[in-house]
């Protein structure tokens, strides 16, 4: 039975967008494309598929007044702050520039008898499952450099930015990337799943839940098919007696609030030291009602409603249960929020790791703020939590900053700021918040396939 995927706008629950999901017949015919395409497409100089990769970069930025407008439809965020071109734009272009020398043979030893290296091969076809919080940005993390390495990219969207990988396809096409080299695909789960099962891909990179996760896990086990997965966080922040504290409220706030505190990295539970926690606590509430709740395609608005009306009640039902259990919430309810999809930005004090809002991941835009008196207590908080993405600390000592980190279970360490991918950085997570590691050399390195080349020279050659 045909099955039709609809994109709901977060703006007033209209059906933006639909497409026709790919039965398993269809979606197995895209993946064999792929793979004809394939060999041809790694056998292309290196540079040539660098600059056909940001050819098609470019050409999604010439999309960006459209994009941009489209985006709010679909998941919610403000016109005001511009799209993601210019995190698509940093990303492709650092992963283009490294190319080289992370794709070069490693040489091992070379003597006249034998000749010895390393080569990195790609894996062959990669499938990309991207979401929908910052969907541009996430997906060029992995479709950019696994083309550059010669694999072919199968995209498939989440349903609530339906749109983006078709966008994403249609340019890289019109820059002169093959098209059974870069495809988009609408799939449901059902045929997702046999998909994996079928060992339709060669590499699969997911992020989203945790749930999706396992899922992705389950039906790719057996197959031996490297799945890279990020998923889940709880993001911590901590504030030491001697942080730029004015700093340390900016960075951390916006890091907690900004695209309705739906962001992987986003920021959800901060602890402050004592002496400093009243003040920090006072500078908090009042970026919170700085905020403007409103429509997205308002120029002025600053804080949009959540992607899904589903979402914002999971954070309301955790926030609700907080104060019930003791927390105060010190932010008084918008009038603009209808209790759906519009949702009051909040920050909840006299919270306790026994609160669901400190310990299940909200992905929506509100913050625990709790009292600690010394970094072994500080440390201790941050690490009890299942998962482990990025922690922020903030003080002017680099050293002590190294010191905490080194104990903090993480994929990141931030000194100073928050809610930031830096590209020359693997992007990585620990616990639940998955496995494998995005950008970087080490990106290039989960790419491809190592292959050991062992060369014994015969007489004087």
Partial sequence: MTKTLQCISPIDGSVFAERTALSFDEAMAVAARARSAQAVWAARPLQERIDLVMAGVAAVGAMNDEVVPELAKMMGRPVKYGGEFGGFNERASHM????????????????????????????????????????????????????????????KHATQTLLVGERMARAFHEAGVPEDVFQNVFLDHDTTDALLKARAFDFVNFTGSVGGGQAMERAAAGTFVPVSTELGGKDPGYVMEDADLDAAVATLMDGALFNSGQCCCGIERIYVHESRYDAFVEKAVEFAKALKLGDPLDPETTIGPMANARFAQVVRDQIDAAVKA????????????????????????????????????????????????????????????????????????????????????????????ADYLDPGLCWTGCKETGRGGGLSVIGYQNLTRPKSYHLKRLGNA
């Fill in 96 to 155: 283009a520039a490294i190319a080289e020398d992370a794709l070069k043979d490693i040489e091992v030893g070379e003597d006249a008898t034998f000749k010895r290296y390393i080569r990195r091969l790609p894996w062959g076809v990669v499938f990309v499952v991207a979401p929908w919080n910052y969907p541009y940005m996430t997906a060029i993390n992995t479709v950019a450099p696994a083309l550059i390495a010669g694999n072919t990219v199968v995209l």
């Fill in 326 to 417: 003791g927390a105060v919430a010190h932010i008084p309810t918008d009038p603009r929020d209808d209790g759906g999809a519009y949702l009051t930005p909040q920050v909840l004090t006299h919270v306790t790791h026994d609160m669901e809002v400190m310990r299940e991941e909200s992905f929506g835009p509100v913050v625990g703020i709790m009292k600690v008196s010394s970094d072994d207590e500080a440390v201790a908080l941050m690490n009890d939590s299942k998962f482990g993405l990025t922690a922020s600390l903030w003080t002017s000592d680099l050293d002590r900053a190294v010191a905490i980190g080194d104990r903090i279970e993480t994929g990141t360490v931030f000194l100073n700021r």
